[in-house]
């Protein structure tokens, strides 16, 4: 159980030798990027490169999202601690590996095993760790990153219907895990939290059991809560011209940004009960897409662009209408503004009159805030603002790819 | 969209002719189980047979579980078409099916879609339904079925460290969904709330993100959120003694129960930072197994029978603990009363101080509810009991299997 090349399964003995999976030349590969849909269920991506893994990679099944605060008495040599050690620890989780050498059961019995076990003999499942800033952290009089702030890390503005709570809103840190086995990603926020200990404390969390977007077409679009396909309109992962005009911040403002994002989280529950008593024809006319193949309602297949000029004369005006959330959500409407989402669908219950506690958690990676801003401000017309409310926000600045010895925001200090 | 042999691909062309899934020979087949963990995620179950699925069938990765009360003005009228209504339904959806011929788009544009459509494209993923009776669908001067009440299908009591909030517990029906897709499993549930509306209402859910047992050996033990191995001792599927003696009723109390069995559920709180801190060799005694391989303390591996005799010079005392989970829930200390165990972790965010609410949602399906009383009994001197709170409960009476034609609980009638 010591040294490094052993994986959860392999210290098990459960696979012997050919158990260090995630041990391969790959490891030290440039862009952290899977785009292939058929990769099989127990991938490892990299976790070093020059952007952050878990943005562009493949969308996977499962979402585990954690947003920290640093403890009151925190100071600046914690927080550098911190992303140092969950930096060591992160490079270990993504390949498959206990948190610490030491692991579940190999430091000894006299202690608290480093790792907590729960995800002892599953594979990676292409867990990937993305780790991002709020803007509290550059906040004066706490660990001196004042001019480290990049100037468009600011609360997002209130937009029309919003009716956020603070329980789900903010934190100085975020880490965003998605893997294809829940446990997985439970298991490395769990661990993660725990090596903060003293440092930073979890603000919220939020746990996705479905991805409602890809970023690739070779990936079927899935489906939100409303029963309609979502990300159509996705910027994809192998577009480098997309992505680099509206996903990668080219660290002019700050340099520690290059590479990096913004990170845009918005838990937005769903008033499924009244959606469901909405005849077909009015849910297609708000969406602006037909509910069956997602395909827009001025005509063509799922990948067609909509034309809003196309009228109809049934509905006695634009085959996608003005207060369409496609027509409003669409880059035509917003100076060409584009967005990448990774948005995953959670359902937490009911509420005292039955209905369900359920919608969409959006994420958005985004080179600028106002990508999302402009869009957002936009669809204060939308129709479907009727069904959804916004009762969580934050943002995070994401900085770019780890290289090998180095930690997370390394650049910060 | 007509008739109903489409399932939700084909009705949306993506695989054509070939789309057909779940309408095979196997549909009609005898029992409803499969214990093969090779099997395909795609994968489907039979509904009909001489017990109901998803108490035998191979554990699948997700659940989600509703109870639901009878509106205040419901009939016995309702309460029978309502069983009808989702015995089609049921029938329908675990084959892959849209939950009705209509579906999400076949209904026309002027009325609200049968199906919600979020599972529109997803396979079945194994789904099963299964139906359960709460006490309180027996109580006098409600539907007329006192004098078929099962013996005991009465309140469990309470049990030493019972912490139980009503809104976790109890209800008159129950329907646990089980899916390798967790879209699929809320889908159904989703649209079994519907065809509700009216008769029966929600009282709550509970969502499992991941497997805490196994009902094969072929299948590997999971792990709980304590990383131990779970349900090591559990009842298997393939083992018909063993099943007719904890598992399946007779029917000599009540002849609608020939089949059946009851299930208990417990919402588990577990306090995982309390437990984080706790040594490695204290974790193991309270479990009265190894964290690695899952092996009792007194030797061997994962199932090799625990040896509570075997004394360990190191404790100075049994090598398995007297107050150990393992030895208080053993069959040789209570009567040699064994349960079929299907239980999920959940995780649902944090409380004001950041600690996780996360813990097991227990699931047990047992010939008599005294099986479970009494290891419960057994437990109140378990070490495991500073870490760990029952939230919730209750118990249902799970009629038998349904037979083509037929509707669940049609013997009440």
Chains 1, 2 share one sequence.
């Not at 086995?181 to 996705?208: C, E, K, M, Y």
């Not at 005292?352 to 805030?369: E, I, K, M, T, W």
């Amino acid at each position: 159980m010591t040294g490094g090349r052993w994986s959860r399964r392999s210290a098990l003995g459960l696979i012997g030798a050919a158990g260090a999976v995630g041990v391969t030349g790959g490891f030290a590969a440039g862009v952290a990027r899977d785009d292939d849909a058929a990769a099989p269920q127990e991938s490892v991506v990299p976790f070093h490169g020059r952007h952050q893994a878990g943005i562009t990679t493949r969308v996977q099944q499962h979402l585990y999202f954690a947003s920290f605060d640093m403890t009151s008495t925190a100071t600046r040599e914690d927080l550098k601690s911190l992303l140092a050690d969950w930096t060591d620890a992160a490079a270990r989780l993504t390949q498959g590996r206990e948190v610490s050498p030491e692991g579940a059961t190999g430091g000894g019995p006299y202690k608290p095993p480093d790792d907590t076990g729960e995800a002892l003999g599953l594979e990676a499942n292409a867990l990937t760790l993305t780790f991002g800033f709020g803007p509290t952290l550059f906040a004066a009089n706490r660990f001196g990153l004042e001019s480290k702030r990049p100037k468009e890390l600011v609360d997002l503005p209130s937009f029309a219907f919003d009716l956020l709570e603070d329980r789900f809103s903010g934190g100085d840190l975020c880490i965003q895990a998605c893997a294809d086995d829940p446990q997985v990603a439970v298991h490395a926020i769990r661990n993660l939290s725990r090596i903060a200990f003293g440092r930073a404390q979890v603000r919220w969390t939020q746990l996705g059991y479905g991805r409602t977007s890809t970023t690739s077409k070779s990936q079927s679009t899935p489906r939100n809560l409303f029963g309609f396909k979502d990300g159509t309109a996705n910027v994809f992962s192998n577009d480098d011209a997309d992505l680099g005009r509206w996903v990668w911040a080219d660290g002019s403002d700050q340099a520690w940004m290059n590479g990096g994002t913004f990170l845009v989280a918005r838990k937005i529950q769903m008033l499924i009960e009244s959606w469901d008593r909405v005849r077909l024809e009015e849910q297609e006319a708000i969406v602006g897409r037909d509910k069956a193949r997602g395909a827009p309602l001025s005509g063509g297949s799922e990948f067609t662009e909509p034309d809003f000029d196309v009228v109809s004369t049934a509905a006695r005006g634009p085959a996608i209408p003005a207060d369409s959330h496609v027509r409003l959500a669409h880059p035509e409407r917003n100076g060409g503004a584009r967005m990448l989402r990774r948005g995953y669908n959670f359902v937490e219950g009911n509420n005292d009159l039955g209905q369900l506690n359920a919608g969409l958690f959006f994420l958005a990676f985004v080179r600028s805030p106002e990508q999302f801003i402009g869009v957002q401000r936009s669809l204060a017309q939308d129709a479907l603002n009727e069904y959804i409310r916004h009762i969580g926000s934050a943002i995070f600045a994401v900085p770019g790819g780890i290289r090998t010895g180095e930690s997370v925001g390394s650049g910060l200090f």
